[in-house]
């Protein structure tokens, strides 16, 4: 008893000091913060509808999709129920957009996907979001500085470069979309490239968090 009383916060101590046995105390605990039998059985099934309709939007990495996964798993074993690793991994394979159909077809030909494990599988995944990532982005800078030649040519010859038809379908490839950048939510360029990356540091305002060209103190006199 003195375990239990000297395990809670003066707030929960009030609701079993009455009690006089460990068992009492115990049971009030667990009636309180895991509800009757039957309310963890109706939060299982909810849980289990859950887990059953989740499925990996287009728009989410694999890191995101996993955690939600993850975060669905967790909470149904804290209510004692059994849950299999192979059961997460097989959600996983079922639900993947289909980019990630050749990845999937390659491990279920080098590897015993029984014996495959979650966080095996995970990072299998991630290595390939992140070779794809790489390949959009060699593609996009090739494109860049493809553009930036005609733009060249264009100019020497007195004529606007973004005037020029020829170059619309350049700019068209141009436009990939990339995961969610973690620093100002767009699809529109990775992570290292973004202009509101926390360890840069403004030319202009010498503070931290994004650069010169979006700087809203650019131009202002300094405040005496």
């Known amino acids: 008893m ?20 460990p068992k009492q105390a115990w049971e009030k605990l667990k009636e309180e913060f895991m509800g009757s039998d039957k ?7 909810n849980l289990r509808r859950d887990f059953e309709n989740l499925k990996m939007k287009e728009s989410e990495t694999i890191k995101q999709y996993s955690d ?8 149904i074993r804290l209510l004692g129920e059994d849950f299999s690793e192979s059961r997460v991994v097989e959600k996983v394979m ?16 080098s590897r ?14 991630y290595a390939l979001e992140q070779r794809r990532a790489n390949r959009q982005e060699e593609h996009l800078e090739k494109a860049f500085q493809a553009k ?18 020829r170059e619309k379908p350049m700019r068209d490839a141009s436009k990939k979309v990339f995961p969610p950048c973690i ?8 992570e290292r490239y973004c202009w509101y990356r926390p360890d840069i540091q403004c030319r202009s305002c010498k503070q931290f968090g994004h ?3 979006v700087c809203r103190s650019k131009g202002k006199e300094p405040v005496q």
Not at 13 to 21: G, N
Not at 39 to 45: A, C, G, N
Not at 112 to 125: G, P, R, V
Not at 152 to 165: E, Y
């Open 2 to 21: 003195a375990c239990l009383q000297n395990g809670v916060s003066d707030v929960i101590f009030t609701r079993i000091m009455a009690y006089d046995s």
């Open 39 to 45: 309310t963890r059985q109706q939060q299982v099934i």
């Open 68 to 75: 939600k996964i993850m975060a669905t798993v967790n909470s």
């Open 94 to 109: 079922t639900t993947l957009p289909e980019k990630f159909e050749s990845n999937i077809s390659s491990l279920e030909d």
């Open 112 to 125: 015993d996907l029984s014996a495959i494990s979650f966080s095996e599988l995970i990072n299998s995944l």
């Open 148 to 165: 930036a030649k005609v733009g060249s040519g264009s100019n020497l010859k007195g004529k606007k470069p973004w005037l020029d038809k």
């Open 183 to 190: 620093h100002c939510k767009k699809t529109t360029h990775l």
């Open 211 to 213: 650069v010169e060209k």
